[in-house]
């Protein structure tokens, strides 16, 4: 009778740790921001507590965001919904609040971005333009521009080592190369239909990149530009791809299918589907992908702290961010932000309540 009762306390313990409960604790340190595109606000989650400190206004659609080096300024890209954005939000952590809007107009419709190592510019994507662009964030000037050319320029990855950016182009099914240092494109590489999601890995030796209506990945070695590799996704609508800090594991959401995939990144070999537990919110009005993914939650944004422990994963058709345990491979629990949360961003500074949700 006493291992019985043993037994099923296990059972229910692995099953409270594995249904997506509140993440009353997330397992992480620090700040995770959160982007909620149909609310035009930011929240500022603490990870200890796994509660909201602050919610913040940024500008219409914002989609994606990036931390300086220093962990301090977080800059938000605001796509736009109906009408094209045309700005970026620049949001002070420790005072948890935002110090500016930089406009950007010609270049509308910015996405992706990435801070250089100086911490005070940005590469941003600006879709409505076919370009990428180098934004000052203390000037709040565009220093540079190059025309990509292709269809929806859409995420963007960066090699220090190569001077190099990569840039993700949906309708055109390729990545444009551009030279950094003179701000010049070198190529554009044929990945797959629907070019979207891109990572460097962390040693610098691949720039993976997700081919979301082909359901590919695609390897690119960032100094020859060839294609290394190309293989299926575990899923359908490969979105994002996040390396984890060591390297040895990348994370896939895949939007149709709900699931986030790990791959052995040596092997390119598929180790873990941790399918997502979350479900569609009823209300479809003024969502992205209302209507289009059945019962979904559509995972898209996906980040890893870099002590490589915990993994973040918002299921924008759910207002949910999935917590994923990285030394189980299973769901720790859930948070919650806003309407439609999708792009996110890191912090190492803690977090103290100033305006409570």
Not at 188 to 195: K, P, R, S, V
Not at 246 to 262: E, F, P
């Amino acid at each position: 009778m006493k291992l019985r009762l043993i037994f099923l306390t296990i059972v229910l313990a692995v099953s409270t740790f594995s249904t997506g409960q509140p993440a009353e604790n997330t397992g992480a340190k620090g700040t995770l921001v959160v982007l909620n595109k149909s609310e035009a606000t930011v929240s500022l989650i603490d990870l200890n507590s796994g509660k909201i400190v602050a919610t913040l206004p940024t500008g219409d659609g914002p989609h994606e965001a990036a931390t300086s080096p220093d962990g301090r300024t977080v800059v938000v890209t605001n796509y736009g919904r109906q009408r094209p954005g045309e700005s970026l939000t620049v949001i002070d952590l420790g005072e948890q609040r935002v110090v500016k809007t930089i406009k950007l107009a010609p270049y509308t419709r910015p996405h992706g971005i990435q801070f250089l190592p100086d911490g005070k510019r940005v590469l941003v994507t600006a879709e409505g333009a076919q370009s990428l662009i180098l934004v000052n964030i203390d000037t709040g000037k565009v220093e540079k521009a190059v025309t990509t050319g292709q269809k929806v320029s859409h995420m963007v990855a960066y090699s220090a080592e190569h001077q190099r950016a990569f840039v993700a182009n949906i309708g055109s099914g390729t990545v444009t190369v551009v030279d950094t240092k003179n701000w010049t494109k070198i190529k554009d590489i044929a990945t797959g239909e629907g070019a979207e999601g891109i990572d460097l890995h962390p040693s610098g030796k691949e720039v993976w990149v997700t081919n979301r209506s082909d359901n590919t990945i695609s390897v690119i070695d960032p100094g020859t530009l060839a294609i290394k590799a190309t293989f299926s996704s575990g899923g359908e609508m490969p979105i994002r791809v996040r390396f984890t800090p060591d390297g040895r594991h990348a994370l896939v959401s895949n939007a149709r299918t709900g699931n986030v995939v790990v791959f052995d990144t040596q092997k390119r070999k598929q180790l873990h589907s941790i399918k997502m537990q979350a479900k569609p919110v009823e209300s479809k009005e003024g969502r992205l992908f209302a209507g289009r993914m059945g019962d979904s939650p559509v995972p898209v944004g996906v980040l890893i702290p870099p002590d490589g422990k915990t993994a973040f994963v918002a299921n924008t058709n759910a207002d949910q961010i999935t917590v994923i345990d990285l030394s189980r491979w299973e769901i720790r629990g859930t948070l919650r932000a806003g309407k439609e949360p999708d792009g996110m961003a890191f912090s190492p500074l803690p977090s103290t309540p100033k305006t409570q949700k």
